[in-house]
């Protein structure tokens, strides 16, 4: 190994990496925004609970699967890059240290911050954890059970927001009910359209997930149907909440040019998959315009 790939510089860019910045936003804006609407204020907790789902979470998420998921990785050309980073095998300690290093005293801060006042989110916090090693660590490997994969990946999404409203005392009504099931539909459904570009190296290393378990084409229309739903629970939500359901119109567009795709072509959905990516920005760019909406409306 060269010298300059051993230098600090270098190996600090690569624990940056495995923790996918592209996806910071997609656990941090879900607890941010469930704390800010719920309360309407900035606080500690706040702050640090962003902080931590923003880099510690996904360093943890995301550098658990990189080290465990080594060897497929090899096979898989998407690696190594924004979509994931492929870990020399010399820095997986330093990556699984800095996620735990980085996590405990976060999360020391953020129980000690809520206090006793909601314990049930003390529970919602350590299914979240729990989740993210399930996923990827040995004798558990969730990510190898299908449909239980899109579950537990969806998991990873959602519970910052249930955490973050659970902290903040909200009231769980049935529109509210509603929005967090959307969610969830919308994570598994994301999920599944992620693990079709991924079925050949799957299944060379032996790797389990519901596109393997499914196929491609009918694991792309699962995808397509959770979007479909999740647009159609968004109408039971309170305004402008019903607005939101056109917003899964994109992402059934993105797929549906691969509803039929074969296995042996599976990987050509990664354009399809790309565009994904970009459209979460577009996503939540307008979901925000539509939270900041309806705590107007809220608030007249």
């Not at 735990?100 to 801060?109: E, G, S």
Request: contains cysteine; charged residues 10%.
């Amino acid at each position: 190994m060269s010298e300059a790939r051993t230098s600090a510089g270098w190996k600090a860019r690569q624990v940056l990496l495995s923790s996918r910045p592209l996806s910071w936003i997609n656990t941090a804006f879900p607890f941010a925004a469930a704390c800010v609407v719920t309360t309407g204020r900035v606080d500690a907790l706040l702050v640090v609970g962003t902080v931590f789902f923003l880099v510690p979470y996904n360093l943890l998420m995301y550098g658990i699967n990189d080290v465990f998921d080594y060897e497929s990785d090899l096979r898989n050309p998407r690696k190594g890059g924004a979509e994931g980073a492929l870990l020399d095998p010399g820095l997986h300690r330093t990556v699984m240290a800095a996620g735990v290093l980085t996590a405990a005293p976060m999360l020391a801060l953020m129980l000690l911050l809520a206090g006793a006042e909601h314990p049930w989110s003390w529970l919602v916090l350590g299914l979240s954890l729990f989740a993210v090693v399930a996923y990827s660590v040995p004798g558990l490997r969730f990510k190898e059970r299908p449909v239980l994969d899109s579950i537990t990946s969806s998991t990873h999404f959602v519970s910052p927001a249930v955490y973050g409203l659970a902290v903040a005392g909200a009231v769980f009504t049935p529109a509210l009910l509603a929005l967090l099931a959307a969610f969830f539909l919308w994570g598994m459904a994301s999920h599944a359209f992620g693990a079709v570009q991924d079925v050949a190296p799957d299944r060379q290393a032996g790797i389990a997930s519901i596109a393997t378990a499914f196929g491609a084409a009918r694991t792309v229309r699962l995808a397509i149907t959770g979007w479909g739903l999740a647009g159609l629970l968004m109408l039971a939500t309170s305004w402008p909440g019903p607005l939101a359901a056109v917003l899964a119109l994109p992402y059934i567009l993105a797929a549906w040019p691969y509803r039929s795709i074969p296995d042996d072509r599976a990987e050509t959905a990664n354009a399809g998959w790309k565009l994904f990516l970009w459209l979460n920005f577009l996503t939540g760019f307008l979901v925000t315009m539509l939270l900041i909406a309806w705590v107007a409306v809220r608030g007249s």
